[in-house]
């Protein structure tokens, strides 16, 4: 179909490819499981297949989808100011009664890697790979 109500169609392939891609990887994460662990399939959804299809298929730089560092010393200064504002108010709230302690609990083995890392994948699929495709 070229034509929609008289208007030619034209559209940008890899408009197209991202869609589709993105709704796919989205529905993988949602009903399947790669990996042992769900952070590890974020990864490999949301950052390497992304990435793969950036290199190989668009055959761009990832620095054009925002994976670079940017400015880091202004990123730096913001996490810092982060930390002191917020690790006060969460220290308080989160040393509530013990039945909010023991549900958290099983949460926090590896607390900041396995978030870092599940939320690596999200950034950069979210921020880079549909934003600037």
């Given at each position: 179909?070229k ?7 034209d559209?940008?392939w ?9 709704t ?6 949602h009903?399947?499981k790669?990996?042992a ?14 990435l793969?299809?950036?290199l190989?298929l ?9 994976f670079?560092f940017?400015?880091?010393k202004?990123?730096?200064a913001?996490t ?7 690790a ?8 509530g009664?013990e ?9 926090l083995?590896g607390?900041?890697?396995t ?10 699929f ?8």
């Open positions: 179909m034509y929609l109500l008289g208007e030619k169609l559209f940008d890899k408009v197209i490819t991202v869609t589709i891609v993105s796919l990887l989205l529905m993988v994460d009903y399947h790669l990996t662990h769900k952070y590890w399939d974020r990864v490999i959804l949301y950052l390497v297949i992304p793969l299809i950036v190989i668009f055959r761009e730089n990832p620095r054009e989808y925002g670079s940017g400015d880091w202004l990123g730096l913001y810092a100011l982060g930390i002191l504002l917020m006060p108010v969460i220290y308080y709230l989160g040393r009664d039945a909010m302690k023991s549900y958290y609990e099983r949460f083995s607390l900041p890697w978030t870092f890392l599940d939320l690596i994948g999200w950034e950069f979210f921020r880079g790979w549909i934003l600037f495709a």
